[in-house]
């Protein structure tokens, strides 16, 4: 018996619920393993793949529904906080409101097993006006799946499970050593890669207050929302005289020649727009500076703001 099944084993169903609980939450500690674990010990007799289950639901439903309450109440500063802490902000956002804009709330079903989106998937969810009891009993049957896949798994490989931990814990201390390692140089990386590129476009940027200037002084730059349909169906605000082109089309659409172009979207660390400058630049097209602070520094200035609607992107 491996020292991770004996650990649940001896801490039961409490410590299933908490590792669960804090994952939905949003910190990056996974909980698959004592899913996994879960599963094998199941299989062994050891534990009560029932119960073990309907832990594994009402833990991720508890943190759903506070991230759904939060959402509710203050969603785009939840949005804002998610881009600052996540590895990949604007990419997890946007990956979810994409399955938002194709899947609406049959998007919850699959959110729990892609990185990042079980958490954002709740407060978007809050955004766009969905009632509390729906979310709750949709994402619920999400959880079911999550769980039921999970612990069968381990239910059903349960003997290879337990022939990998007892490997591990053959090796001892030097594999958490090597994973804590591993783990470390991916954060290091995904950071220097952000730091890298915006870097890169520091001097290109624009200033909320620069541009006002310049459509003041009668000045025609072209003015590009790159926010996804289903952020602004949440959030239609977009700078006055700008037009929206999704992120994913943005290298096909035609750009007039020899007039700036800014960029912007809403996430406090210009990732996204910093991306499309730097790819509009390395395509020819010289003038592209992305907006700094994006739609939020633009509307804590107070700055004019027509209301997108669909149709409208032209």
């Given at each position: 018996?491996?020292?991770?099944?004996?650990?649940?084993?001896?801490?039961?169903?409490?410590?299933?619920?908490?590792?669960?609980?804090?994952?939905?939450?949003?910190?990056?500690?996974?909980?698959?393993?004592?899913?996994?674990?879960?599963?094998?010990?199941?299989?062994?007799?050891?534990?009560?793949?029932?119960?073990?289950?309907?832990?594994?639901?009402?833990?991720?439903?508890?943190?759903?529904?506070?991230?759904?309450?939060?959402?509710?109440?203050?969603?785009?500063?939840?949005?804002?906080?998610?881009?600052?802490?996540?590895?990949?902000?604007?990419?997890?956002?946007?990956?979810?409101?994409?399955?938002?804009?194709?899947?609406?709330?049959?998007?919850?079903?699959?959110?729990?097993?892609?990185?990042?989106?079980?958490?954002?998937?709740?407060?978007?969810?809050?955004?766009?006006?969905?009632?509390?009891?729906?979310?709750?009993?949709?994402?619920?049957?999400?959880?079911?799946?999550?769980?039921?896949?999970?612990?069968?798994?381990?239910?059903?490989?349960?003997?290879?499970?337990?022939?990998?931990?007892?490997?591990?814990?053959?090796?001892?201390?030097?594999?958490?050593?090597?994973?804590?390692?591993?783990?470390?140089?991916?954060?290091?990386?995904?950071?220097?890669?952000?730091?890298?590129?915006?870097?890169?476009?520091?001097?290109?940027?624009?200033?909320?207050?620069?541009?006002?200037?310049?459509?003041?002084?009668?000045?025609?730059?072209?003015?590009?929302?790159?926010?996804?349909?289903?952020?602004?169906?949440?959030?239609?605000?977009?700078?006055?005289?700008?037009v929206h082109v999704e992120f994913e089309q943005i290298e096909n659409h035609p750009m007039p020649p020899?007039?700036?172009?800014?960029?912007?979207?809403?996430?406090?660390?210009?990732?996204?727009?910093?991306?499309?400058?730097?790819?509009?630049?390395?395509?020819?097209?010289?003038?592209v500076r992305p907006l700094q602070g994006g739609i939020a520094a633009w509307r804590k200035q107070n700055y004019p703001t027509d209301l997108w609607s669909v149709g409208s992107n032209e």
């Amino acid at each position: 018996m491996t020292g991770s099944n004996q650990f649940l084993i001896q801490h039961g169903l409490s410590f299933l619920f908490a590792a669960i609980f804090v994952e939905q939450l949003g910190i990056p500690l996974p909980a698959f393993p004592w899913l996994l674990a879960a599963g094998a010990l199941g299989a062994a007799g050891k534990l009560n793949p029932a119960l073990a289950l309907a832990t594994t639901v009402l833990a991720c439903v508890l943190a759903d529904g506070i991230w759904f309450q939060i959402g509710r109440y203050r969603g785009i500063q939840v949005l804002g906080l998610l881009c600052r802490i996540s590895l990949e902000p604007d990419s997890c956002v946007r990956r979810t409101q994409n399955v938002f804009t194709r899947y609406g709330l049959r998007g919850l079903l699959i959110s729990k097993f892609v990185p990042g989106l079980n958490t954002v998937a709740p407060p978007l969810a809050a955004m766009a006006g969905v009632p509390f009891t729906r979310f709750l009993l949709v994402d619920a049957t999400g959880s079911l799946i999550y769980g039921v896949v999970l612990i069968g798994l381990g239910y059903a490989f349960s003997s290879q499970i337990d022939q990998i931990g007892s490997a591990i814990s053959q090796i001892g201390g030097q594999a958490l050593l090597l994973l804590i390692a591993f783990a470390a140089a991916y954060i290091a990386w995904k950071f220097w890669q952000r730091q890298r590129l915006l870097n890169e476009l520091q001097t290109a940027r624009i200033s909320v207050d620069e541009l006002r200037k310049k459509l003041d002084a009668g000045e025609q730059p072209v003015i590009i929302d790159i926010r996804s349909g289903a952020e602004l169906q949440i959030d239609p605000a977009i700078i006055r005289g700008a037009v929206h082109v999704e992120f994913e089309q943005i290298e096909n659409h035609p750009m007039p020649p020899g007039r700036e172009i800014i960029v912007y979207c809403d996430c406090p660390n210009e990732i996204t727009s910093a991306r499309v400058a730097l790819s509009l630049k390395r395509k020819g097209l010289l003038h592209v500076r992305p907006l700094q602070g994006g739609i939020a520094a633009w509307r804590k200035q107070n700055y004019p703001t027509d209301l997108w609607s669909v149709g409208s992107n032209e």
